[in-house]
């Protein structure tokens, strides 16, 4: 059974560039999040998903993100127009729903660099 | 609103000795769910333990143990006979899905060094 994986681990880039990182949840989970930490904090949310359906957004999320999970399984999450702030840690959470709550499985992140 | 505070920033403990990390919460909500995660150097947040806001019962599992009391709002994590593969960050978080949200509040973090 693998976990939640995401890629890529470690992404450089320079002020003004795009960047999309990709997140496969542990395979029979249907929810899917997006989660942002920055150093010496929490995680904070962005964003989720049930199955292809993203139902909450962070006031996090400006105009400049984007999340998709186009058939309910992978998920993308994009950056337009990148700025030194959103340099980052990004996680990437799954959980399959039950009656009560669901516990979220981590993956390892994408650590952005925005130069 | 819904808040998480781990007050210690970081301890440090020499092998072998107890630990206790600090965590309270706050939530109007009578249906919650607590959480403590690990988060070793490698970056991956890895699951410890859930625990639902009926049941006080204290847990134990190994060398770990959790002390939940909602008369003072905290939800402690406890590490008998401290090892250096114990040197993480730790997290607690809150979790109220009755509010119509299924996000993860979490802490600052406390870091914990185990020196041998």
């Known amino acids: 059974d693998t976990g939640v994986s995401q890629d890529p681990r470690h992404k450089i880039t320079k002020r003004g560039q795009n960047v999309t990182f990709r997140c496969d949840p542990i395979s029979e989970h249907n929810r899917l999040y997006w989660y942002r930490q920055t150093l010496g904090q929490g995680p904070e949310f962005l964003t989720y998903?049930?199955?292809?359906?993203?139902?909450?957004k962070s006031r996090l999320l400006s105009d400049r993100f984007s999340a998709e999970r186009p058939k309910g399984s992978f998920s993308t999450l994009e950056i337009q127009r990148t700025e030194q702030g959103d340099s980052a840690m990004y996680l990437c959470?799954?959980?399959?729903?039950?009656?009560?709550?669901?516990?979220?499985?981590f993956g390892p992140g994408t650590r952005l660099t925005v130069l | 609103a819904q808040k998480v505070t781990q007050a210690q920033t970081e301890i440090s403990v020499v092998e072998k000795e107890d630990v206790t990390l600090d965590c309270v919460y706050e939530?109007?909500?009578?249906?919650?769910?607590l959480f403590w995660y690990k988060q070793p150097p490698s970056g991956e947040l890895v699951f410890l333990i859930r625990?639902?806001?009926?049941?006080?019962q204290n847990e134990i599992s190994g060398r770990y143990s959790w002390n939940f009391q909602k008369s003072t709002s905290s939800f402690n994590f406890t590490i008998t006979a401290s090892q250096v593969v114990d040197s993480a960050v730790y997290f607690c978080?809150?979790?109220?899905?009755?509010?119509?949200?299924?996000?993860?509040?979490f802490g600052t973090g406390t870091r914990l060094k185990v020196l041998a």
């Open positions: 998903f049930q199955n292809e359906a993203q139902l909450e």
């Open positions: 959470a799954s959980s399959l729903t039950t009656e009560s709550t669901d516990t979220q499985y």
């Open positions: 978080a809150l979790s109220a899905p009755r509010s119509g949200t299924y996000k993860y509040i």
């Open positions: 939530t109007r909500d009578t249906t919650y769910y």
């Open positions: 625990r639902n806001s009926f049941d006080e």
